[in-house]
Structures are given as C-alpha cells and as structure tokens.
C-alpha cells in the first residue's frame, strides 16, 4: 500500500477554512486516559476508538487537552490492520516535508496553546465507511512541587458522551505517600460515585469510570459529554531532610525538598507597575493582591514598596521593618496607588535594587519582585540594555521574579530577566482570580529555608543545574545527572547551603533507605526531560553560538527521547489522500507556523513582487499619536489606477527607503482574496465595524474632544449599530488572552478621523505596527524590525502577513483581519475589520461583540428601542459610513452609546 508521509506539527491552530467535522457521524466506542506515576515523572496514555457509522468516508477528529509542562512522546492511530506511528522530527526538516505536503492540496491539524495550564492537541483522520480507528497520544511530564503539593492534571473532554470511558490513575512512590487529595471540575456530587480511589502507604490508584447518564449530568458537563478536569493533588514523605535518591540504569534523580528547618527572614521590594495600561481591573486586583500579601509578611521581615510609571513613587526610600504599623501605612499607600503614565521598567527596578543593595543584613534572604503588565515604554526601552543594566546591579546576589500580568507584556523579556538573575518569570492571567494567582506567587517565595544552594554530585556528571539562589518552603530541587561508570560505590551526593547564617551540609551516607533501582529507563527520561527543559530556558537566555550550541544540544535530546517540543515536530504517516496536520509545541507565549504553508498553497509563494527593507533601528514605536501623520500614501501619480497604500515612495516616509514599490498586488491576489473572504463570511463569529464621516449632530464650535463613530452590523436589528468614542487615548481594538494577542489603535485628533496607528501584539515577543505608511514587524527576541513599504508577504510564527495595495491581510491562528488604508479627501487612515476570531469569550475589545444580542425592537419614526443583554435601549437614528470596503458608502443606522453598546463603562476601552 502507498503511504503518503503526513506530518503532524504541534502548536499549529488553523481551521480558517476546513470545515468542521459532524461529530454526530461517528461513535466513540471507548475514551480511555491512563496516567502512571512514579516517583513524580508522570506517564499519560489516552486512547480513543472511534467508529464511522455513516454510508460514506469521513474524517474523524482527535481532539484532547494536555498539560503546558509535558511533552507529547508517542502519537499512533490503528486503522485496518495498519499502525500508523508518528515520529519526531527537528522542526525545521518537518516543516519542509509539510510544506511539500500541502503544496499537494493538504491542509492542517492543530495543536495550541489553551488557556493557563493546558494546550490542546488535535488531528483527524479520513475513516472509510463502517470502519473504526484508534488514536493513541502518549505524553510525559515532571510533576512540580508547589505549595507542599504535586499536581497531577487530566482533562477529559471527547465531545460526546462514552460507553466505554475511564480514567485510571497510578501513583507509586517509594518514599511514601502523604496526601491525597482530588479535585477539579470533575470532582462534582454527580460523579461522586463514578470516583474510586485506594490507596496505600507508597501507591494509590484513583479511577474514574462515569455512566454515559452520569457523564451528561455533571456540572460543565452536557449532552456533548464530559467536559472538564481531574485535579489530583499529593505530597510524598520525607523522612531525610536529604531527599529522595533514586538511580537507575547508569542516572541518577535526586528530589531535595526539606522542611524542617527555621525560616530565612526576607527583605522582599515588591516593584509594581502603575502605568496606564493597568487601568482598571488590573490595578485594583493588584491593589488587593498587595494588601493581603503586605498582612502576610512576618514581623522580623523587612520590606519595600515601589511603584512606577515614568516616575517612580516610593512608599518609603528604604526598607522598614514589617511591624504592624508600617504594614498598616504600606497598605493605605497600596490602597491608593493609580495608573498613569508610561512604563520605565529599568528604572524601576534598578531603584528597587538600590534598597535592597543598601539594605544588607546579615542573616536573610533579598528578594526582588516586579509586577508589570507591558513593554518599556519610557527611559530606556532596549531590552538588551535593560537586561544588561539590571544584571549588573544584581550581580547574583539575589533572586529577580518577574510576574507578568496579561497579554500586552513582553514576557520573553521578563522571562530573561529573572533567568539573568536567579528567578523565575510568571504569566498572570488576566481574569477574576488574578489577586489570587499574584498571593499564590507570593505564597511560594514567602518563606525562604536555604540560601546559596549547591547540590554536588561526586561521581556525577552530565549534571542539570545544581546551583540555586534560595530555596523556599513548599517547594523542591531536583537534580538529575549521569552516574560516571554507572560506579554507584564511588557516587557521593552533597547539599551544601545557607540555613540563617550557618553553612549547612545534607549528605545520605548515613542514609538508612536504600538506592531505589526504578524500572528501566525512567530515571533516565527524567534525566532529559529537565535537560531539555533547562536548555531551553538556556537557549531564550544566551546568545551567539553558545544559544546555538544549547538548542542543537536540547534538540538532540528530543529527538533521541521523542520528546515533542518547541525545537521539534511530529511526522505521521497515514492512508494516502488525506489531509495534512501541522503540529508543534508552542512556546510560552507563543504559538507557531499556522498559516505560512496554506498560504504558499493558496497564494503561490510570492513575495517575489514586494520589496521588503530591513531598517537597523526605527523610531519607537508607541501609540502616543504624537506621530506626524504627514506624507500619508503617494499621491497623485499613482500608476495605471492603482495606487499603492504603501505608496511610490511617500513624501513622508523614513529617509533611506527606495523611491518607488513594484506593482500592486492585488490583481495577483484577487481571486484568492475572494475565496478566503467567503469562506471567512459564512463564520458565526463574524464581526463588522465600520466607521462614518458623517456627523449625526450639526456641528458646535466647541472644543469638545473629538469622537469617532463605529458602525456595528447587528442581528436582528432593522438597521446596523452605531456608537461614538472619544478619540483620546489608545483604544482596545481586540484583546484575546487564550490566544495572547493584543491589538491596540490610536485614533486621529480629527473628528471620525479613523486611525493613525494599529499595533498588534502576538505572543510576548512579535509586534506588528501599521501606520498610514508602512508596516513594520518588530522581535523583541531578536531585536529585528523590519518595515514593509510595497506588497509583499511573510509568516512569523503564529502570524500570516499579506501586504496589498491598500489592505494588509493579519492571520493569528484562527483570527484573521484586515487592515484598510482609505483615503478620503487626501486625508489618509487606516481601519480594521475583524473577519475571524474563535469562539472565545474571554475576547474583549471594541473589535468585539461581546457575545451580545441584539433584539430588534419597535420602531417609531426616528427612534426604536434595541436589546442589548437583554436591556432596552432607545435608539435614534443617525448615518455612518461603512469602511469594511475598499469604497466607502453612508449607511443608516442606531446611534446608541458606546456604554450601551458594550454595556461596559467606556474607559474601559481604552488602556
Ligand atoms: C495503565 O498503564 C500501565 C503502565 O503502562 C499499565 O500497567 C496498566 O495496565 C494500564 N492500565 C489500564 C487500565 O490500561
Ligand atoms: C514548612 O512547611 C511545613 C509543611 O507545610 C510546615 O510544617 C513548616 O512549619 C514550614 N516551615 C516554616 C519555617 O514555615
Ligand atoms: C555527557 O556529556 C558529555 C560531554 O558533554 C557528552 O559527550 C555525553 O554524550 C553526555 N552523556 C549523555 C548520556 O548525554
Ligand atoms: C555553584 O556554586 C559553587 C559554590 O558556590 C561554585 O563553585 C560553582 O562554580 C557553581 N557552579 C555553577 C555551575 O555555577
Ligand atoms: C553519620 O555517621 C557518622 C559515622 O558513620 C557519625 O559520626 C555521624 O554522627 C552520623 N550522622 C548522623 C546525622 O547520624
Ligand atoms: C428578532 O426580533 C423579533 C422582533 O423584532 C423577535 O420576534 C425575534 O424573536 C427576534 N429573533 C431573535 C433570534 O432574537
């Protein structure tokens, strides 16, 4: 039989066109999810067989959620007497495999990062009539101690309801168990009775094993099945402050976690970001996050606080001592802090290394904590020099933990930062619980045991890092290594460190548990799972040819282990004639190569037609909209009726840019475009905007702020929506946490002047600027930015760039839009139109509906009445002009407030 190689990248979210499977045309037989765990290196099997009931061929869908932290190791399906198995591969070897795939009509799978914990992995396969298949995913991972506990997550969610559906759950530790504890949205009254669990003193086995009734009545639960998690939460015995030593075909693991020793006082600056962008929610969560977390700290702590923008605020220059007193004044002053301005992180946090420089006291832990939620956008902004700055203040003497709060942050850059220094970086996610998740971070550095860490192995080699700053209650060092000559005799593990201010020294020679001989193998995987783990972190971290040598050195590792991640991808081979799946494993932060092939196959590899410059440095950026919006596209002598949005080298544009762009693009594209944008129209998550020229009141002669008007196509109403916003600020266009996107607009001072800038934020690293010249792409990673003045298309990442005459074409994943250039009255804007966007409702933004409904309601003359959310809303009628097209036309519509429309308060629209 042919085989046709397919290659499954992991990371890819795409679907823009595919259609979705009818889930109702085949039957899940059995969905099972078995989860070994030995000594905390977790083993998860799901397997799924699934039947094709109907007449006809089909494509049947794999689609399951695994933990951030793991690595996928094994992907096979069983069809027809076939196993067809995937293997890993490096990355880039794939993609070009893929890339030869699609150019064969093959379209994509998906695998993406989902929400905090989770990223989701999902594939089809084309099943021939009355026949069935197997999937089978496996992927490991290293349990992490966090606040004394493990946790072992599983996410059961196959879409329909299951005869045959379990969970089993296998927990062995030598050193004994502890706790046992299950939680998560599985863990309802309505399972209670489906949930078993037995355990001993070293193992427990938990299953799960839910009727197909019980699996439509629990909360979360539906007609569609199970839909939710499975927390299992445990600790193990530590009888030795040693730890636990396991060795094992030549390695070795040691897990060091004491807890019996006097806590370190701390001297703790938490540095907290007050600028702008943190309006809002942000602000008062982290006003109630410090509250509670200044009534934490213990009497013989000191500490200090500082806020910034621009500017920095201190509560108090240096640090006091944390008696009630002081605590109580911290918290007024935490009570009040504000946003404004703009962000000076170096600053920042140079100042609160100054306090902590100045501050030394014998006999306690320094921590440094910095709270942001974006880029440096006053003082120094390079990132390079604020890490270089900040690293020398450090110098290693204490540890720098940088939290992250939302999407608009740069959290590459705050992930280099505490690595620079010791620490660790941290997403914050924006939602409800996010006080929560800042007191949970506090809560895992709050109580410092050791300081000055060195684990040392005699005998060991191939260590992963045996050095750590602090180590805090709670939590654990884990060291894995190559025991040299598999010569246990002569093997000699140490932990020598800091308690208080005596040297303290760990040792198992008078340890009276034995070596644990794990079953073959497993000690060794640990071994390079946290190699590989450390090397990318080491890889984000340096630079030069020593980046190079640690990916290839992380790469390798995958390979040999099959460990799918960001270095690597799946290659699966399947049934001839079937659609390609692109899968990689996302980064933090970062989801990877979804459009790039499809759009090769769609459009043709061009970009032969644009000319791209590459600009070593380009004025920051910032949406200030203090920009001269002078020059704007070419005017007049635009050749043969196109004239470029880009422009014939504008009058306005950056010196050093060529004079003149070859040929538009969109006669090339035209075709294509309309195909895509069909496709795209029949989506439910559509959305419309427009905007209008067209004043609605006679115009005053007063200063007023100016306003711009937005043109909402609503359902069910007789005329589309409209609303003004005050053209002050930087508005929220589009904001989609799940998919770490941002795009932000800075509207003209101009009454309905459209926008001037567009800025788009994908992941931590990419930045997408439109201006009403050129497109610019900047990697805070690599520090690249190039500018775009002439057709032209690329893929970064996540991200599809098509650059037309007049119109630049953004795909993100599944979210896709346009950003029109329109010129009207030889006055130049740009205007975006949201085409696609997932069905996800933590989207916000003025791009964004919101979810809401619209109720047609009764009409009298020229005022109705309009449900939004299910509240009435007189409406007037007013004139908007639609700019979703490339020729703009005035349409009627319902003016209503932009409070009304959104049912939010209006400043929240803007950062
Ligand atoms: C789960 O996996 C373990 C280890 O591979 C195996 O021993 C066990 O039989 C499996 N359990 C089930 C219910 O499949
Ligand atoms: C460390 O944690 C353990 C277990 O939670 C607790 O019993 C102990 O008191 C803690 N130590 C300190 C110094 O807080
Ligand atoms: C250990 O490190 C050495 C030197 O870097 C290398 O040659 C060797 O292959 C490594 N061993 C393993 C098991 O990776
Ligand atoms: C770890 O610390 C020890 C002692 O402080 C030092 O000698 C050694 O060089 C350090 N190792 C690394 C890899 O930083
Ligand atoms: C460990 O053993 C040595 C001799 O074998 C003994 O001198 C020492 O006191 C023991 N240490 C502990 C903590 O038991
Ligand atoms: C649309 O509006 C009409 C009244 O104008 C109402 O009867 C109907 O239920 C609405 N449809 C939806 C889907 O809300």
């Given at each position: 039989?042919?085989?046709?190689?397919?290659?499954?990248?992991?990371g890819?979210?795409?679907?823009?066109?595919?259609?979705?499977?009818?889930?109702?045309d085949?039957?899940?037989?059995?969905?099972?999810?078995?989860s070994t765990?030995?000594?905390?290196?977790?083993?998860?099997?799901?397997?799924?067989?699934?039947?094709?009931?109907?007449?006809?061929?089909?494509?049947?869908?794999?689609?399951?959620?695994?933990?951030?932290?793991?690595?996928?190791?094994?992907?096979?399906m069983?069809?027809?007497?076939?196993?067809?198995?995937?293997?890993?591969?490096?990355?880039?070897?794939?993609?070009?495999?893929?890339?030869?795939?699609?150019?064969?009509?093959?379209?994509?799978?998906?695998?993406?990062?989902?929400?905090?914990?989770?990223?989701?992995?999902?594939?089809s396969?084309?099943?021939?009539?009355?026949?069935?298949?197997?999937?089978?995913?496996?992927?490991?991972?290293?349990?992490?101690?966090?606040?004394?506990?493990?946790?072992?997550?599983?996410?059961?969610?196959?879409?329909?309801?299951?005869k045959?559906f379990?969970?089993?759950?296998?927990?062995?530790?030598?050193?004994?168990?502890?706790?046992?504890?299950?939680?998560?949205?599985?863990?309802?009254?309505?399972?209670?009775?489906?949930?078993?669990?037995?355990?001993s003193?070293?193992?427990?086995?938990?299953?799960?094993?839910?009727?197909?009734d019980?699996?439509?009545?629990?909360?979360?639960?539906?007609?569609?099945?199970?839909?939710?998690?499975?927390?299992?939460?445990?600790?193990?015995?530590?009888?030795?402050?040693?730890?636990?030593?396991?060795?094992?075909?030549?390695?070795?693991?040691?897990?060091?976690?004491?807890?019996?020793?006097?806590?370190?006082?701390?001297?703790?600056?938490?540095?907290?970001?007050?600028?702008?962008?943190?309006?809002?929610?942000?602000?008062?969560?982290?006003?109630?996050?410090?509250?509670?977390?200044?009534?934490?700290?213990?009497?013989?702590?000191?500490?200090?606080l500082?806020?910034?923008?621009?500017?920095i605020?201190?509560?108090?220059?240096?640090?006091?001592?944390?008696?009630?007193?002081?605590?109580?004044?911290?918290?007024?002053?935490?009570?009040?802090?504000?946003?404004?301005?703009?962000?000076?992180?170096?600053?920042?946090?140079?100042?609160?290394?100054?306090?902590?420089?100045v501050?030394?006291?014998e006999?306690?832990?320094?921590?440094?904590?910095?709270?942001?939620?974006?880029?440096?956008?006053?003082?120094?902004?390079?990132?390079e020099?604020?890490?270089?700055?900040?690293?020398?203040?450090?110098?290693?003497?204490?540890?720098?933990?940088c939290?992250?709060?939302?999407?608009?942050?740069?959290f590459?850059?705050?992930?280099k930062?505490?690595?620079?220094n010791?620490?660790?970086?941290?997403?914050?996610?924006?939602?409800?619980?996010?006080?929560?998740?800042?007191?949970?971070?506090?809560?895992?550095?709050a109580t410092?045991?050791?300081?000055?860490?060195?684990?040392?192995?005699?005998?060991?080699?191939?260590?992963?890092q045996?050095?750590?700053?602090?180590?805090?209650?709670?939590?654990?060092?884990?060291?894995?290594?190559v025991?040299?000559?598999?010569?246990?005799?002569?093997?000699?593990?140490?932990?020598?460190?800091?308690s208080?201010?005596?040297k303290?020294?760990?040792?198992?020679?008078?340890a009276?548990?034995?070596?644990?001989?794990?079953?073959?193998?497993?000690?060794?995987?640990?071994?390079?799972?946290?190699?590989?783990?450390?090397?990318?972190?080491?890889?984000l971290?340096?630079?030069?040819?020593?980046?190079?040598?640690?990916?290839?050195?992380?790469?390798?590792?995958?390979?040999?282990?099959?460990?799918?991640?960001?270095?690597?991808?799946?290659?699966?081979t399947?049934?001839?004639?079937?659609?390609?799946?692109?899968?990689?494993?996302?980064?933090e932060?970062?989801?990877?190569?979804?459009?790039?092939?499809?759009?090769?196959?769609?459009?043709?590899?061009?970009?032969?037609?644009g000319?791209?410059?590459?600009?070593?440095?380009?004025?920051?950026?910032?949406?200030?909209?203090n920009?001269?919006?002078?020059?704007?596209?070419?005017?007049?002598?635009?050749p043969?009726?196109?004239?470029?949005?880009?422009?014939?080298?504008?009058?306005?544009?950056?010196?050093g840019?060529?004079?003149?762009?070859?040929?538009?693009?969109?006669?090339i594209?035209?075709?294509?475009?309309?195909d895509?944008?069909?496709?795209?129209?029949?989506?439910?998550?559509?959305?419309?905007?427009?905007?209008t020229?067209?004043?609605?009141?006679?115009?005053?002669?007063?200063k007023?702020?100016?306003?711009?008007?937005?043109?909402?196509?609503?359902?069910?109403t007789?005329?589309?929506?409209?609303?003004?916003?005050?053209?002050?600020?930087?508005?929220?266009?589009?904001?989609?946490?799940?998919?770490?996107?941002?795009?932000?607009?800075?509207l003209?001072?101009?009454?309905?002047?459209?926008?001037?800038?567009i800025?788009?934020r994908?992941q931590?690293?990419?930045?997408?600027?439109?201006?009403?010249?050129?497109?610019?792409?900047?990697?805070?990673?690599?520090?690249?930015i190039?500018?775009?003045?002439?057709?032209?298309?690329f893929?970064?990442d996540?991200?599809?760039?098509?650059?037309?005459?007049?119109?630049?074409?953004?795909?993100?994943?599944?979210?896709?839009?346009?950003?029109?250039?329109?010129?009207?009255?030889?006055?130049?804007?740009?205007?975006?139109?949201?085409?696609?966007?997932?069905?996800?409702?933590?989207?916000?933004?003025?791009?964004?509906y919101?979810?809401?409904h619209?109720?047609?309601?009764?009409?009298?003359?020229?005022?109705?009445?309009?449900?939004?959310?299910?509240k009435?809303?007189i409406?007037?009628?007013?004139?908007?002009?639609?700019?979703?097209?490339?020729?703009?036309?005035?349409?009627?519509?319902?003016?209503?407030?932009?409070?009304d429309?959104?049912?939010?308060?209006?400043?929240?629209?803007?950062?």
């Amino acid at each position: 039989m042919r085989r046709v190689t397919v290659l499954l990248f992991l990371g890819l979210l795409l679907g823009l066109v595919t259609t979705l499977p009818n889930k109702d045309d085949w039957d899940i037989y059995s969905f099972h999810i078995n989860s070994t765990v030995t000594s905390r290196y977790a083993t998860t099997v799901i397997s799924s067989r699934v039947a094709n009931r109907i007449d006809q061929s089909k494509e049947i869908e794999f689609h399951v959620r695994i933990p951030k932290n793991a690595f996928i190791t094994k992907f096979r399906m069983f069809m027809d007497g076939e196993v067809y198995d995937g293997v890993v591969k490096e990355k880039e070897q794939a993609e070009r495999q893929y890339t030869a795939a699609v150019s064969q009509g093959q379209s994509a799978g998906i695998v993406s990062s989902v929400g905090r914990t989770l990223e989701e992995f999902k594939t089809s396969v084309n099943v021939a009539a009355h026949k069935k298949v197997t999937f089978e995913l496996t992927y490991e991972e290293l349990l992490k101690r966090r606040l004394g506990k493990y946790e072992l997550q599983i996410y059961a969610r196959p879409l329909q309801p299951v005869k045959d559906f379990k969970v089993d759950v296998h927990i062995n530790e030598e050193a004994g168990l502890k706790l046992i504890e299950i939680k998560g949205g599985l863990n309802t009254k309505e399972l209670a009775n489906a949930i078993t669990q037995d355990v001993s003193d070293k193992q427990a086995s938990i299953s799960l094993y839910p009727t197909v009734d019980q699996q439509k009545a629990c909360d979360s639960c539906s007609d569609a099945g199970l839909n939710g998690d499975l927390v299992i939460f445990y600790d193990v015995k530590r009888e030795l402050p040693f730890g636990d030593l396991q060795t094992g075909d030549g390695y070795f693991v040691h897990h060091f976690a004491p807890s019996n020793l006097p806590r370190i006082p701390k001297n703790v600056v938490f540095v907290i970001d007050q600028s702008g962008s943190m309006h809002g929610r942000k602000m008062q969560q982290t006003r109630i996050a410090l509250i509670h977390i200044l009534s934490d700290l213990e009497e013989d702590d000191f500490f200090g606080l500082i806020t910034f923008d621009s500017e920095i605020f201190h509560w108090k220059r240096e640090l006091v001592q944390a008696t009630s007193k002081n605590i109580e004044e911290a918290k007024t002053f935490a009570e009040n802090i504000q946003d404004r301005g703009s962000t000076d992180i170096n600053k920042a946090v140079l100042e609160g290394t100054r306090m902590l420089n100045v501050y030394t006291r014998e006999d306690s832990a320094s921590i440094l904590i910095l709270l942001t939620d974006g880029d440096p956008t006053s003082g120094e902004t390079n990132p390079e020099r604020i890490r270089a700055n900040i690293k020398q203040a450090i110098a290693g003497q204490f540890p720098l933990y940088c939290l992250g709060f939302g999407f608009d942050v740069n959290f590459q850059i705050l992930e280099k930062m505490s690595l620079d220094n010791n620490g660790a970086a941290r997403r914050i996610y924006e939602d409800s619980d996010a006080n929560l998740q800042l007191q949970g971070f506090y809560e895992e550095v709050a109580t410092p045991l050791l300081k000055d860490v060195t684990m040392v192995y005699i005998g060991g080699s191939n260590l992963t890092q045996t050095n750590f700053s602090q180590y805090y209650n709670g939590s654990e060092l884990v060291v894995a290594g190559v025991i040299t000559n598999n010569d246990i005799e002569s093997f000699t593990p140490e932990v020598v460190a800091l308690s208080r201010n005596t040297k303290v020294t760990f040792s198992n020679r008078n340890a009276t548990t034995e070596l644990t001989e794990a079953p073959v193998d497993r000690i060794q995987r640990v071994w390079a799972y946290l190699t590989v783990k450390q090397l990318m972190e080491k890889e984000l971290q340096l630079s030069g040819p020593e980046k190079e040598k640690a990916k290839k050195e992380a790469m390798d590792l995958s390979l040999k282990y099959s460990f799918v991640t960001p270095l690597t991808s799946m290659v699966v081979t399947k049934p001839p004639g079937e659609d390609s799946a692109v899968l990689h494993k996302p980064k933090e932060g970062q989801k990877t190569q979804p459009l790039r092939t499809r759009i090769h196959s769609r459009l043709g590899v061009s970009g032969a037609s644009g000319s791209i410059h590459r600009l070593k440095a380009l004025p920051e950026p910032g949406l200030s909209g203090n920009r001269p919006v002078s020059g704007f596209f070419p005017a007049p002598a635009s050749p043969a009726g196109h004239p470029g949005f880009y422009g014939r080298g504008g009058r306005g544009g950056p010196p050093g840019l060529p004079g003149h762009f070859s040929l538009p693009s969109a006669v090339i594209y035209a075709d294509d475009i309309t195909d895509y944008g069909d496709n795209l129209m029949e989506g439910d998550d559509m959305m419309m905007i427009a905007a209008t020229m067209i004043p609605d009141t006679t115009p005053t002669t007063t200063k007023a702020p100016s306003t711009q008007r937005f043109l909402m196509t609503a359902t069910n109403t007789s005329l589309p929506l409209c609303f003004d916003l005050s053209a002050s600020g930087r508005l929220k266009l589009l904001r989609i946490p799940s998919r770490e996107l941002t795009v932000n607009g800075a509207l003209s001072p101009e009454i309905n002047g459209g926008f001037t800038h567009i800025v788009i934020r994908v992941q931590s690293y990419l930045r997408l600027e439109a201006d009403t010249e050129s497109f610019s792409v900047m990697n805070d990673q690599t520090g690249e930015i190039t500018r775009y003045t002439s057709p032209a298309q690329f893929t970064a990442d996540s991200v599809a760039v098509i650059i037309r005459d007049k119109e630049v074409d953004i795909s993100v994943g599944d979210i896709h839009f346009v950003i029109l250039g329109h010129e009207i009255s030889g006055r130049k804007f740009l205007w975006p139109v949201l085409k696609q966007m997932p069905a996800d409702d933590t989207a916000e933004g003025v791009l964004v509906y919101n979810n809401a409904h619209y109720e047609g309601g009764v009409t009298m003359g020229s005022t109705s009445t309009v449900k939004v959310k299910g509240k009435n809303i007189i409406v007037s009628r007013s004139r908007a002009e639609d700019y979703r097209v490339a020729t703009p036309t005035a349409e009627d519509c319902w003016l209503l407030s932009a409070e009304d429309a959104f049912q939010k308060p209006a400043p929240e629209f803007f950062n």
